[in-house]
Every structure is written in structure tokens, then in C-alpha cells.
């Protein structure tokens, strides 16, 4: 028995125009002008399709184990695949937190049973993400993309400090949720003109870009691989910017909201609670700058579901969080591309390529790579319709929105997880 081999013919394929892909025992064997399929391919036409590399998302929140009421690994995973993800990067948010080799075993079981797509589970930097005590970073390394407190910032210098020195001795990746809990003071939306127009306790920008600086100092000081989770301030950008321009090895995403939105967008309704929160025009403006020019490596959407009746209780009240898996190519594909902002092939570097070797995470186009692939019609409109979401998760200010571009199908390991094309 000869393995079966799959080819994408008539696509257009990303950086490269007009060629034919064909996949063999899930890896890419080969690409030509034009392959001619034998008796017994799977042949997948690609007509008026742009194929690009699968999508990888460094920041979702699965929810399981412990919060399986607002979404499942099953559920997560075939939202991923629907959006044109084969890869996502799981939040230590958790319970039991997978602060420990048995605890993260209780996360990757599920995973291994459940996952419709590639999932990397990260491990918390501190025991109980409560800042108090470091994890054991050599037993847990090679088991995890990298360490993260994501929803709490590692408030104590000198934890940072320690959780990067582990870091560095086992090539480890430390990726910050970055948050001075004290310049809080109680705010759950930006400290901008809707706050103050609207009766609302605002989050200082300081409270996201003042752990930055210090973090970058630490990482500089230690040459430590650090990663900054979901920026939102212009501080942050140029904070970054300048970091890298020293030869610190720093990275950030963003994601698509921050890109699209401002503070003065907002509406009394917890589809537009996040954290941290959308900001200024200013800062948007920050950001796409970041973006055109290199200084913010990737977009995460920072998937993040709720109940419904979590997310029912107001901009003060409602748990903080939206879900993006399902809108993100075609929100960016929207405002960015088709808005002439960047070019098809700048999206794809950054919610792809860059990703994966931030991550070092396998998956492309190239011969011998891992066929983790998408393929896009970038000019289909079409309306969201949250009612539709294979994720549990509901909450999105894209709800209604008419969207340009959309994933027809996902390959992951020369697999179709998500079709489109023939429903």
C-alpha cells in the first residue's frame, strides 16, 4: 500500500503566486507549477484560494481542566481549526493550575483525547500563579511552549529575576502578562475619555508599561527570551522597539481588537471588557506603526470565553474577556489589508510564520515541513453570526459585523480539520 498523497491544485500560493502543493504522510512533498495528480490522490481544488501556512494563536484560554462551563479542549480546538489555526498555545488559567509535572499531566490528558489540532500547553511561572514561589522549570521544560502567570502580573522583582535565570539555563521562553497590580485601583476599562465621559474607573497605561520596562531590564541583564503578552500601550511599543533595536531578546503580540478599535468605541456592554483594555486612539495608532514596522512580532487573539451570564453584568461587573479564534483572519483581513494598512503577505508573517519561530513550533509550505495549511478566500463577505461559533464562548464586539475574507479549510498534519469548501 503507497501512502496517499493529497494535491492543492489552481491556488494561489502565499509569496510565491501560482503553484500546486502536494502532501505526503502529512508533510509537504513537493510544489510545482503543476503537479499532475495520479489515480488515486485526493486532489483539493484550490481555485481563486490564496494558500498560506496555518494559523498559530500563542494566547488562548481552553478552560479546561477546571472551567469546562465556558469551553472544552473539544470545542477550543474546532473553533482554532475553523478560524485556520492547527496550532494554539493553552493558558496556564486553570484548575489545578499546571504549576507541576502531575498537574500539567491532568491538562495534556484531555488534550491528547480531545484536541482537534496541535495544542501547547504553557506552565504557570510561579506555584498557583500567586507570585510566591517558582516553579520547577527544569522538570517541567520540553513539556510546555513557555512559562506564564498570564492573568496576573509576577509582581516581586526579584521573582522575575528568578524565573528568568531558570529560564535561561534551560532555553526556556518566559511570556508576561504584564500588570501593576497596584496602579489598579479598581479600573476595568481604559483611563481614557469614555471613562471619564461615562462615569468609569479607568486602567492606567502605566499599570501594562511599567512591568514592561522593568521585565526588559531584567532580560537584558540576563539575556533571558522574553515575550510579551497582548500590548496595548504606545509606551509599550516604543519600550519594545527600543529593546529590540539594543539586541534584547524581546518579543510581543498584540491582538486584533487593539488594532481596530479605541476607547471612544466603546458601548455599555461587556462585549467590549477586556484585559487589558481597549485604549486610546493614540495607542491604536502606536500599534499599527508597531506592526508595519517589525517591533510587534505576532497577533494573539487572547481567546478568552465566558458564560453568558458572566459576561451579562455590565462594563463594571461582567468577567473580563472575548473570544477571537473564529473572526481573527477576517477582522484583520478587513481593517488591515483591504484598508491597504499592510499586505496580505505581512498578516500571514505575523499570524503564522513569526509565531512559529518565536515558538519554534513546526509547520509551513516549504519542502519537509509539517503540512499545517490554510487555504483563504480573502474576498468573501459575510456577516458574523456569533449564533454560529463552534467555540462555547459567545462574546465578541464583531457580533453582526459584515467581514471581508474567510477560511474555507484547514489542513493540520496533512489532515482536513476544518471544510468550508464541500458542506
Request: with cysteine; proline share 3%; glycine share 10%.
Amino acid at each position: 500500500m503507497g501512502k496517499e498523497r493529497i494535491v492543492i491544485k489552481g491556488g494561489t500560493v502565499i509569496g510565491a503566486g501560482s503553484e500546486d502543493i502536494a502532501i505526503v504522510d502529512g508533510k509537504i512533498a513537493e510544489r510545482a507549477k503543476c503537479i499532475e495528480p495520479m489515480a488515486d490522490d485526493k486532489v483539493i481544488d484550490a481555485t481563486g484560494l490564496v494558500v498560506a501556512p496555518a494559523f498559530v494563536d500563542v494566547h488562548v484560554h481552553l478552560r479546561e481542566p477546571g472551567y469546562g462551563y465556558k469551553e472544552r479542549i473539544a470545542t477550543g480546538t474546532m473553533a482554532a481549526a475553523r478560524g485556520g489555526y492547527t496550532t494554539v498555545c493553552s493558558m496556564p488559567n486553570l484548575n489545578p493550575v499546571p504549576d507541576s509535572v502531575e498537574n500539567l499531566k491532568v491538562q495534556q490528558d484531555i488534550i491528547d483525547s480531545d484536541a482537534k489540532i496541535e495544542v501547547l500547553p504553557y506552565a504557570a511561572i510561579t506555584i498557583g500563579r500567586k507570585g510566591e514561589e517558582l516553579v520547577d522549570v527544569a522538570a517541567l521544560a520540553g513539556k510546555v511552549c513557555a512559562f506564564s502567570d498570564d492573568g496576573s502580573g509576577v509582581q516581586v522583582d526579584g521573582m522575575m529575576q528568578r524565573a528568568m535565570t531558570e529560564a535561561v539555563k534551560h532555553d526556556q521562553l518566559i511570556a508576561a502578562h504584564c500588570e501593576v497590580e497596584e496602579l489598579l485601583k479598581g479600573g476595568y476599562i481604559h483611563d481614557g475619555e469614555y471613562a471619564r465621559t461615562h462615569g468609569h474607573k479607568g486602567i492606567c497605561s502605566e499599570s501594562e508599561w511599567e512591568q514592561v520596562r522593568r521585565d526588559i531590564e531584567i532580560a537584558e541583564k540576563l539575556g533571558a527570551r522574553y515575550h510579551v503578552c497582548h500590548i496595548s500601550t504606545k509606551e509599550t511599543v516604543a519600550l519594545v522597539r527600543e529593546a529590540k533595536a539594543r539586541g534584547v531578546k524581546v518579543t510581543c503580540e498584540t491582538g486584533p481588537h487593539y488594532l481596530i478599535f479605541t476607547d471612544m468605541d466603546l458601548q455599555e456592554d461587556a462585549r467590549w471588557k477586556m484585559n487589558p483594555p481597549i485604549r486610546s486612539a493614540e495607542d491604536r495608532a502606536a500599534l499599527i506603526e508597531g506592526i508595519k514596522d517589525g517591533t510587534i512580532d505576532m497577533i494573539a487573539t487572547d481567546h478568552a470565553p465566558h458564560s453568558v451570564e458572566e459576561k451579562s453584568r455590565g462594563l463594571k461587573d461582567s468577567a473580563m474577556g472575548i473570544v477571537g479564534l473564529e473572526t481573527a483572519f477576517a477582522a484583520l483581513n478587513t481593517h488591515l489589508v483591504k484598508r491597504g494598512v499592510i499586505s496580505l503577505e505581512h498578516l500571514i508573517q505575523i499570524m503564522s510564520i513569526n509565531p512559529r519561530k518565536v515558538f519554534r513550533i513546526e509547520g509551513g509550505l516549504n519542502i519537509g515541513d509539517r503540512a499545517d495549511v490554510v487555504l483563504l478566500d480573502t474576498d468573501h463577505q459575510w456577516r458574523v453570526d456569533s449564533n454560529n461559533f463552534y467555540s462555547m464562548g459567545r462574546i465578541t464586539m464583531f457580533d453582526g459585523r459584515e467581514m471581508t475574507g474567510d477560511v474555507v479549510m484547514t489542513i493540520h498534519r496533512g489532515n482536513v480539520v476544518y471544510d468550508n469548501k464541500n458542506k
